[in-house]
């Protein structure tokens, strides 16, 4: 399995706070270490890498998650505590993604 992890940096320069915050989540949590790459979706530079693969699997939020799996399957996450019950086993609740995908309400970080 290959996980890549999506953030995004803004037109001013500045992390996306969103992909932050998830970003602390996981290195608190000690799963930093298993995603394998990160990749930037830079608000300014169109061909960043980050903004290619958004492009590639259709997402416009971010951070999101791509997971290949070795039998050549891949699935993407834009939801961080589905991401992390799924894919890394962590505890999270149905109620839980519910409040994550609320919080982002009218502050999306859309691509």
């Known amino acids: ?10 037109a001013d320069g500045s992390p996306c706070r969103k992909c932050a915050e998830v970003e602390a989540r996981l290195r608190d949590s000690g799963n930093l270490d298993r995603i394998d790459t990160i990749a930037i ?3 300014r530079d169109p061909d960043s890498e980050g903004q290619k693969l958004a492009r590639r699997h259709n997402v ?5 998650f791509i997971v290949e799996q070795d039998d050549g399957s891949t699935r993407v996450y834009t939801i961080y505590l589905r991401f992390l019950r799924e894919v890394l086993q962590g505890e999270s ?13 009218p502050n999306l970080d859309f691509l």
């Open 1 to 10: 399995m290959h996980i890549t992890m999506v953030k995004k940096i803004l």
């Open 41 to 43: 979706a830079d608000e």
């Open 60 to 64: 416009d939020l971010a951070p999101f």
């Open 93 to 105: 609740s149905a109620g839980d993604e519910v409040r994550e995908i609320m919080e982002r309400g």
